[in-house]
């Protein structure tokens, strides 16, 4: 199994809501991340967590909350967006062995709208 | 300031050509640098990495080269087809020793190859 999946594909929420967006993979990677895309721009990191420890928050908003419950899931927690935040979320993974050049293995994403 | 240009937001042309797509970087020392195709709502698949001590990779009709003094990474795909329209990513972790993990994007060329 060579991929990352992700859930929902595609989520409509309002500013008061609570969401959570899933995303799991089963090739043994230790390292998992989530980056935000804005239509016509690149992936913009957004958190990364190895060997199930947050080792990167690129200073991204309390509203986002990253949780990482075991080595093949990674969840990210959405509260009080705004419609800004609407964008493609994607999850990635890799193998964290700390090697430079790691290749990242992205799922499909999450196309989230805020109204 | 920092950054990694891909001079061409759109590439155009005609089946059995060969697209060259650059990516150039300023600010950065990388030592490797990687190639990404997205397709629209899709997230990025990986397809090559070149090292800073490697003038030229090949995979099939692939070929990228990486010039470290023009701070430079040239993307060719030989005999291109309409399947290869897609947007292709440039990608570095800005420096060596840099975090596991921090892997920046450019903005992306969008190729179309028609008949």
């Known amino acids: 199994d060579t991929e990352v999946t992700q859930t929902p594909k595609h989520l409509v929420m309002g500013m008061t809501n609570k969401k959570s967006l899933k995303c799991e993979q089963h090739?043994?990677?230790?390292?998992m991340y989530w980056y935000k895309q804005k239509a016509k721009k690149p992936p913009e990191l957004m958190f990364v967590?190895?060997?199930?420890?947050?080792?990167i928050n690129e200073s991204v908003p309390s509203r986002f909350s990253p949780e990482c419950p075991n080595s093949s899931l990674l969840n990210l927690h959405l509260h009080a967006l705004q419609p800004e935040d609407s964008a493609l979320y994607l999850c990635?993974?890799?193998?964290?062995?700390?090697?430079?050049?790691?290749?990242?293995?992205f799922g499909s994403g999450t196309q989230l709208s805020v109204l | 300031s920092q950054k990694i240009e891909q001079n061409s937001e759109a590439l155009n042309i005609q089946e059995g050509k060969t697209a060259t797509l650059t990516c150039n970087y300023t600010?950065?020392?990388?030592?490797?640098l990687q190639w990404y195709r997205q397709d629209p709502g899709r997230g990025p698949v990986f397809l090559l990495l070149i090292r800073e001590n490697e003038k030229e990779k090949r995979k099939e009709r692939l070929k990228v080269t990486f010039d470290t003094t023009l701070k430079q990474s040239l993307f060719h795909i030989t005999a291109s087809q309409p399947a290869d329209s897609a947007t292709y990513l440039c990608?570095?972790?800005?420096?060596?020793?840099?975090?596991?993990?921090?892997?920046?994007f450019g903005r992306g060329t969008q190729l179309t190859v028609w008949p």
């Open positions: 600010n950065y020392s990388p030592a490797y």
């Open positions: 990635a993974s890799s193998l964290g062995q700390g090697a430079e050049g790691e290749k990242l293995f």
């Open positions: 090739m043994g990677h230790r390292a």
């Open positions: 990608a570095l972790v800005p420096y060596r020793g840099s975090t596991l993990g921090r892997l920046y």
């Open positions: 967590y190895s060997y199930e420890k947050l080792s």
